[in-house]
């Protein structure tokens, strides 16, 4: 509960008053709802009254009336009103919240990312805040104006009508409503989660399916990922199912209580007219206004199925708001950046004591490039990230300008400094698009020049130039097209220090050797270092580090 009440917090931050509106306008509307039915049983029972007394032609019907329209205006322009603010106000408040978790997600350990797949990241991230939106608008917004409303109802009814007609009215909706919710919210809440766990690994297994349809169809595995994907649809349904028949299954008992309530105020309220210590009109007023209350019971039917995966939601959200980065240095040092200097660097391998890297010194000065080499999955990457302040090491420090790199401003370190890892991000777009993520306001000229040193521009040109379409994750080029636009991307913004894990992958030995002599021309001061286990790229190294 405590998590549901840190994100209601959130969310309601920067839109209290319209939230406090338009709660008001949601009691309001069931105040006026109730009001209605009251006065119209009071209206209709009194002219019945003095229409059998002979009296009816004296009777006032037009003030009645007039009271009756208003308040079934009213209640229409009220609902409006509380419907275009509250959704209003949550969908900015929704807005807001995934845009700072999207933000807080960018600053998790790099490792973290790095085994996050970004379909299934914004997937979670999207369905836990679209489960939020059900938290002001169908579990605060309707428990606060059933509670106001039915409260009001029977203070006006103890005072119009009969006090304990008023209590038993207030203890039926309130008591006996509040049980069955409660009990529904019990009976649901395992199955509302697994039924939101089942929902998104659908979905996961969905866009794993059409991301990798082409490669399925070529190995002939597509009938069994369609097989999977559709047990898994399979068994959201069934949860979802059940699921359902509690949320129906409370619905019936809240009008169990709705008409339970109903039937003791008329017994009430009927032995005192026939008694003669109340006159029938004024017994309408209570039997009316209790039948209009069963209106406020009807949306907590909603809070069996919801609770469950809003607390999921809520804890989970909750997490990633607590994730925080390391803390930045407000300035970058003055003066001379080179050296990037190595001291006693330690390395781990994630989640281990095993090291992969111990000890390692190293002063890479400027224009100068240094070649890591070591056997598939020996730490190059690690040692990479480590470099570029990506990941703590486990003893020792790096340096950049006389700065440790995990100290910098992280503006103002990637201006210096760039990595290209192996498995680097395109979006869909053109190229244009691609390329400019790094340096918005690049010129045409000056993409075309990262795209040269990256021998890639001829063949952009040939494809359709800077306007070409890329679909989802740069396809439309080959792989050793896809890592040569990246490279052309990280030298946009004219590092000094250039981080490369194995760049010439996929390329055949002489664009290999062309890219790498174009490297350092385009950068002639800049410190290179390459992760590489080709020998084509021993070539271009002044210094070979072997882990």
Do not use: C
Request: glycine share 8%.
């Amino acid at each position: 509960m405590s998590a549901l009440v840190r994100i209601l917090r959130i969310m309601t931050q920067g839109n209290r008053a319209a939230f406090w509106r338009g709660g008001a306008l949601a009691t309001l509307v069931l105040i006026m709802g109730a009001a209605l039915l009251g006065l119209s049983g009071w209206f209709i029972t009194a002219t019945a009254v003095a229409g059998l007394a002979g009296i009816g032609i004296a009777f006032d019907v037009f003030r009645p009336s007039a009271m009756i329209r208003f308040l079934a205006l009213g209640r229409a322009a009220a609902r409006y009103g509380e419907r275009l603010l509250t959704h209003d106000a949550t969908l900015a408040a929704l807005a807001s919240l995934r845009t700072t978790l999207l933000s807080r997600l960018s600053t998790a350990p790099f490792l973290t990312l790095g085994r996050l797949r970004a379909g299934e990241g914004l997937n979670r991230i999207t369905a836990d805040v679209d489960a939020l939106d059900a938290l002001p608008l169908r579990v605060v917004l309707p428990v606060v104006a059933a509670s106001v409303t039915v409260t009001l109802a029977a203070v006006m009814i103890a005072w119009l009508v009969d006090p304990m007609a008023a209590l038993l009215l207030w203890a039926g909706f309130t008591l006996g409503g509040g049980f069955v919710t409660l009990a529904g919210i019990r009976r649901a809440r395992d199955l509302s989660t697994r039924t939101e766990a089942l929902t998104q690994s659908h979905r996961a297994r969905t866009i794993d399916l059409l991301s990798a349809r082409d490669d399925l169809v070529a190995t002939g595995r597509l009938p069994e990922a369609l097989a999977v994907t559709e047990a898994a649809e399979d068994d959201r349904h069934r949860a979802s199912i059940a699921l359902d028949r509690i949320e129906r299954a409370t619905g019936r008992n809240l009008s169990l209580v709705a008409g339970m309530t109903l039937a003791v105020v008329v017994w009430q309220t009927g032995s005192l007219v026939l008694a003669g210590d109340l006159d029938p009109a004024r017994a309408a007023i209570a039997v009316f206004a209790a039948l209009a209350l069963g209106e406020a019971l009807m949306p907590l039917r909603r809070l069996a199925a919801e609770m469950g995966r809003l607390t999921s939601a809520a804890k989970r959200v909750g997490d990633l708001l607590d994730q925080s980065s390391a803390p930045e240095s407000t300035t970058a040092p003055p003066g001379t950046l080179l050296p990037l200097v190595v001291s006693d660097l330690a390395l781990y391998r994630p989640g281990t004591a095993i090291p992969i890297v111990s000890d390692l010194s190293l002063t890479l000065a400027a224009g100068t490039t240094t070649l890591l080499t070591a056997p598939s999955g020996q730490g190059k990457s690690t040692l990479l990230a480590a470099l570029a302040g990506l990941i703590d090491p486990a003893s020792g420090m790096v340096t950049l300008g006389g700065m440790p790199v995990s100290d910098w401003p992280e503006d103002a370190l990637r201006r210096r400094l760039s990595l290209l890892p192996q498995r680097a991000a395109l979006i869909a777009g053109t190229v244009a698009d691609n390329l400019r993520l790094a340096a918005p306001e690049a010129s045409d000229d000056g993409l075309w020049q990262a795209l040269d040193t990256a021998a890639l521009a001829e063949t952009i040109r040939t494809k359709g130039g800077l306007s070409l379409k890329l679909g989802p994750r740069g396809t439309g080029l080959s792989g050793g097209e896809a890592r040569r636009l990246a490279l052309a991307r990280a030298l946009l913004v004219h590092p000094e220090v250039l981080l490369l894990d194995e760049p010439t992958e996929g390329l055949d030995a002489a664009t290999a050797a062309r890219v790498l002599a174009n490297l350092r021309q385009a950068l002639p001061d800049a410190v290179l270092v390459i992760a590489a286990h080709r020998d084509t790229d021993l070539v271009e190294a002044d210094a070979i580090v072997t882990l």
